[in-house]
Antibody, heavy 125, light 110 residues
Framework: QVQLQESGPGLVKPSQTLSLTCTVS??????????WSWIRQPAGKGLEWIGR???????NYNPSLKRRVTISVDTSKNHFSLKLTSVTAADTAVYFC?????????????????WGKGTTVTVSS | QSVLTQPPSASGTPGQRVTISCSGS????????VNWYQQLPGTAPKLLIY???QRPSGVPDRFSGSKSGTSASLAISGLQSEDEADYYC???????????FGGGTKLTVL
């Protein structure tokens, strides 16, 4: 079955760019009608959706992060990536990647059915 | 402040039935389907209910979901100790053009 694995630096300096990758195994990031998503969770707090990319490359971003976020797909490496610029301590969190599926293919009826284990990113000098 | 509102905590004794509410608005729950996720301590969230009331394969039928208007509910019957977790509702929001989550409900099995 499809599995996801996040990877990237665990420590990022303030004002720099956070870059994470989610490697997809057991499936193809370019096949099917899936969204590939990023979600984060500060310690002791709830989930925050960051954004997603469709298999065609179209994206949706959280309006509160849109100015700083880019999500992209690399089909040759079968992974998708997150870049978050100008980070501050408020961006410290566990970052999860997930696959969104839908039985109807309507954009508002997708659900996150496969999740990575998450990776902790700390923003500190 | 989360777009979807959940009670921060809920509790029950083994065997009891517990419900967790999720309140939204016309732009999210009122227009779109609701999903529920279970997050056991120290782990990634897991899909529990999708499309308001559908259970993925492997999720016990003790878990059920419902939606009415701009609110949704997750019910857990025959409560078990392993149900102790955080539960999150989520839906697409047409105004924000994105996915919104509830703040999460911490379920304690007494």
């Amino acid at each position: 079955q499809v599995q996801l694995q996040e990877s990237g630096p665990g420590l990022v300096k303030p004002s720099q760019t956070l870059s994470l990758t989610c490697t997809v195994s057991g499936g193809s990031v370019s096949r099917g009608s899936f969204f590939w998503s990023w979600i984060r969770q500060p310690a002791g707090k709830g989930l925050e959706w960051i954004g997603r990319i469709f298999t065609t490359g179209s994206t949706n971003y959280n309006p509160s992060l849109k100015r700083r976020v880019t999500i992209s797909v690399d089909t040759s490496k079968n992974h998708f990536s997150l870049k978050l610029t100008s980070v501050t301590a408020a961006d410290t969190a566990v970052y999860f990647c997930a696959r969104e599926s839908s039985s109807s293919l309507l954009y508002y009826q997708y659900y996150m059915d496969v999740w990575g284990k998450g990776t902790t990113v700390t923003v500190s000098s | 402040q989360s777009v979807l509102t959940q009670p921060p905590s809920a509790s029950g004794t083994p065997g009891q039935r517990v419900t967790i509410s999720c309140s939204g608005s016309n732009s999210n729950i009122g227009s779109n389907t609701v999903n529920w996720y279970q997050q056991l301590p120290g782990t990634a969230p897991k899909l529990l209910i999708y499309n308001n009331n559908q259970r993925p394969s492997g999720v016990p039928d003790r878990f059920s979901g419902s939606k009415s208007g701009t609110s949704a509910s997750l019910a857990i019957s025959g409560l078990q100790s392993e149900d102790e977790a955080d539960y999150y509702c989520a839906a697409w929001d047409d105004s924000l053009n994105g996915v919104v989550f509830g703040g999460g409900t911490k379920l304690t099995v007494l």
